[in-house]
Nanobody
Framework: QLQLVESGGGLVQPGGSLRLSCAAS????????IGWFRQAPGKEREGVSC????????NYADSVKGRFTISRDNANNTVYLQMNSLKPDDTAVYYC????????????????????WGQGTLVTVSS
């Protein structure tokens, strides 16, 4: 069974940091481009960040540029999202999803060509 499993969410104070992980099972993550998405209460899901299968290309939503960093460790079948300077507006369920190689990040962040989704991990930024 092809699965993505997110972890690393939790409660953090404004200004704090968290690192989310997206681990793959049943397939080789390194063949896929990976996107991170989030859905805040009462809002539509939005694309946050994306990394190409090689890791050579990344993309970020304007709202997280300079604060979030996406990276991947293909040897460990895992993609990470380092989130710094967190704000209450970052509160959401965060999901990762996989797209075939060659799909550009700008399309992935629009949720096009995504084949595998994780179940999500909740991030709450509050004092």
């Amino acid at each position: 069974q092809l699965q993505l499993v997110e972890s690393g969410g939790g409660l953090v104070q404004p200004g704090g940091s968290l690192r989310l992980s997206c681990a793959a099972s049943g397939f080789t993550l390194g063949y896929y481009a990976i996107g991170w998405f989030r859905q805040a209460p009462g809002k539509e899901r939005e694309g946050v960040s994306c990394v190409s299968s090689s890791g050579g290309s990344t993309n970020y939503a304007d709202s997280v540029k300079g604060r979030f960093t996406i990276s991947r460790d293909n040897a460990n079948n895992t993609v990470y999202l380092q989130m710094n300077s967190l704000k209450p507006d970052d509160t959401a369920v965060y999901y990762c999803a996989a797209a075939p190689p060659g799909v550009r990040c700008r399309l992935i962040l629009k949720e096009e060509y995504l084949e595998i989704w994780g179940q999500g991990t909740l991030v709450t930024v509050s004092s």
